[in-house]
């Protein structure tokens, strides 16, 4: 599978999912919309073949199973059970990139999720427990994804690509905790796919350069 492929079946899916998500089409939206996800892991796991890669991969599947379960009625909680499983995989691929404590970027990202968690739990009802579990999850994976920031490398990318992808999959996920658990957010479902596809993009475009430029030290199968 080329790269040409891959966007090619990335953005027909996508804009078929934005066509559906427009025109308020359930089956049009729930058959595009794990594709752009899907079509990103088939190219991580093609182009690359350290551990930390095959994690990136692994997580994108679970991204495109929470897409499908969010898309479904009374799939929001196993859609932030798959999306958390896939944050866990990042966290693991990203620890194989950098294990150093980065301790001072602790600050920043726990603050970041403490005043998300504090406006949606009010709301969050008998799911304030999963919210709080998912919070803790995507900050750990926030936390590792900057971590990455600090190794000296000259690819723009390779640096800041796993952070900068963090935090657009989380200003998605905070987009949608806010519609579900404070008030709806008119015009927001354009917004919170769109973020949430240029954040997996970034991680998985930067695995593929990771993968290429400074492997980890774990093996290759």
């Known amino acids: 599978m080329n790269a040409v492929f891959v966007a090619l079946l990335a953005g027909l899916a996508g804009g078929l999912y934005i066509v559906g998500l427009t025109l308020d089409l359930f089956l049009l939206k729930?058959?595009?919309?794990?594709?752009?996800?899907?079509?990103?892991?088939?190219?991580?796991?093609?182009?690359?073949?350290?551990?930390?890669?095959?994690?990136?991969?692994?997580?994108?599947v679970a991204g495109a199973v929470g897409d499908v379960c969010l898309a479904l009625p009374g799939g929001f909680l196993p859609g932030m059970g798959a999306f958390a499983v896939g944050h866990a995989l990042y966290i693991a691929a990203f620890l194989d990139w950098n294990r150093s404590a980065a301790g001072t970027l602790l600050l920043p990202v726990a603050a970041f999720c403490g005043v998300g968690l504090v406006l949606m739990l009010p709301g969050a009802g008998a799911m304030a427990l999963p919210?709080?579990?998912?919070?803790?999850?995507?900050?750990?994976?926030?936390?590792?994804?900057?971590?990455?920031?600090?190794?000296?490398?000259?690819?723009?990318?390779?640096?800041?690509?796993?952070?900068?992808?963090?935090v657009?999959?989380?200003?998605?996920?905070?987009?949608?905790?806010?519609?579900?658990?404070?008030?709806?957010?008119?015009?927001?479902?354009?917004?919170?796919?769109?973020?949430?596809?240029?954040?997996?993009?970034?991680?998985?475009?930067?695995?593929?350069?990771?993968?290429?430029?400074?492997?980890?030290?774990?093996?290759?199968?």
């Open 131 to 166: 919210l709080a579990i998912y919070v803790a999850v995507i900050g750990t994976m926030l936390w590792r994804a900057a971590a990455c920031a600090l190794l000296p490398r000259d690819d723009t990318l390779a640096r800041w690509g796993f952070m900068t992808g963090a």
């Open 30 to 60: 729930l058959l595009a919309k794990p594709w752009p996800v899907l079509a990103l892991a088939f190219a991580v796991a093609r182009m690359t073949g350290s551990r930390a890669a095959r994690r990136v991969a692994l997580g994108l």
């Open 168 to 221: 657009l999959f989380a200003v998605s996920d905070f987009l949608i905790g806010m519609n579900r658990f404070l008030q709806p957010l008119a015009g927001s479902a354009v917004p919170i796919i769109l973020s949430y596809w240029a954040g997996q993009t970034l991680i998985a475009a930067t695995a593929i350069r990771c993968d290429r430029l400074l492997p980890p030290a774990s093996p290759k199968a």
